[in-house]
């Protein structure tokens, strides 16, 4: 299993970046995916999760409505859609697949696999 993420970078507040993390190794198509994010001297926040089919979308509070998630089953890839980025969105994002079984996805307990993640910074 490997997870891959790309398309972290430096953007002003109010910028815009998308993530994609690019999986193998297993059939991607059957496992429900999350986000999650790591800032400078903090513990893991979950941002976001999707399941199988693309259809069931969550979002953390601190992320309604400025990110969308989404997932091409066809190129095994998933995304992170970040808009109206603030400097609170600083911080190391990885993504995760979560186990199969009766999972939400928004706890940190509930992934097998990791991506190494890549870095966001938001600031002026």
């Known amino acids: 299993v490997q997870l891959v993420e790309s398309g972290g970078g430096m953007v002003q507040p109010g910028g815009s970046l998308r993530l994609s993390c690019a999986a193998s190794?297993?059939?991607?198509?059957?496992?429900?995916m999350s986000w999650v994010r790591q800032a400078p001297g903090k513990g893991p926040e979950w941002v976001s999760a999707i399941y199988t089919g693309g259809g069931s979308t969550y979002y953390a509070d601190s992320v309604k409505g400025r990110f969308t998630i989404s997932r091409d089953n066809t190129k095994n890839t998933l995304y992170l859609q970040m808009n109206s980025l603030k400097p609170e969105d600083t911080a190391l994002y990885y993504c995760a697949r979560i186990k199969m079984g009766d999972y939400v996805g928004n706890q940190l307990n509930e992934y097998d696999y990791w991506g190494q993640g890549t870095q966001v910074t938001v600031s002026s």
């Open positions: 190794g297993f059939t991607f198509s059957s496992y429900d």
